[in-house]
């Protein structure tokens, strides 16, 4: 989740040290990506992390198998809704640590059933402002998990959520010099962010060292002004250029507590023309999409849970349980994958 959501104070942030634009092999881009039928799997508290990353519903003390079961449980209640792709956090205090082992075996859990996985890059602290606070580390990251995935056709690659903190030439420098450094990520695999937090495609669509891949977007309503919903559907279209084909709205979301109805066509609420307008380009386009969240991401006030949260979590042990929190918000997301 962006850290906008978290008021911070932007901090003043150096210049990135020039890397050479390389060119990257390409492979055909996709005609459509409403494969991706998916939800965000977050910490409680959001990725944004300088530690191990340990999603709800997971203990740090659980083991390889004691993951997968209770993914299992929680895949099973996702399976429910049409889902058939988890987006998950990564960080370099996670890849290569006794708890990767164990955490892998979500994903393991996940690809054994069919399911796609998107692992992304969170930063080290929303603090960090959006940038790689440790290139030669996230470097050393990417290396391991696309040795040990790169051959795995349902695991794809986010080098990075959200890079706001670089100019778009300089994030367009990064993510070229990660596909060539990183060549077990095929591109056809790799999922590039907008500039910004990951709002605009039009920059990365436009850079043929990109041709070849799919890119990330994410659009929330708190990101911008009210808008109508002819006005929403409007931006979200521009911002995603000339590449919606090849693009999947890894982040889009709005409150799922409050008795939202996102099936009347006539609301003035502004999440519900939001989502409405994002799961209308969506369909329009045949773009697929990971809602944020299914479960974790920032509490809101003293509730506990993120009510953006697509599910309710119960449950214990590895007997875990989800239950939809609003049955318009989910049916307006099914609406979006194509369902």
Known sequence: MTPLRRILTPLLVTALTALGAVAVGSSPAAAATNQFRGMNWAVLGDNFSTGPLVVQGLSSS????????????????????????????????????????????????????????????????????????????????????????????????????????????????????????????????????????????????????????????HHYAFFYSAMTYDAFRSHIQTRLGNCASRAVVTEFGAPMSTGLNYADANSTDNFVRHIRAVTQVMRDNQMGGTYWPALGGKPTGTSGFDYYSMFAFSGSGTNLNLAVRNASGRDRIRYGWGL
């Open 62 to 217: 659980d083991s390889n198998a004691t993951v997968r079961a209770k993914a299992n449980a929680l895949y099973d209640d996702m399976a429910a809704i049409g889902v058939n792709t988890v987006r998950l956090p990564i960080n370099t205090h996670t890849v290569g640590t006794a708890w990767w082992e164990n955490y892998r075996g979500a994903i393991d859990a996940a690809t054994a059933r069919g399911f796609k996985v998107i692992l992304a890059y969170w930063e080290d602290g929303a603090a960090s402002g959006g940038r790689i606070t440790n290139i030669a580390a996230w470097n050393t990251m990417w290396s391991k998990v696309t040795y040990q995935y790169g051959g795995n056709t349902n695991v794809y690659f986010e080098p990075m959520n959200e890079p706001h903190g670089y100019s778009s030439a300089e994030w367009r420098n990064v993510a070229a010099n990660w596909m060539s450094y990183h060549y077990s990520a095929v591109p056809a695999r790799t999922l590039i962010g907008g500039t910004g937090y990951s709002q605009d495609l039009r920059d990365v669509c436009n850079d043929s060292r990109f041709s070849g891949t799919l890119l990330s977007f």
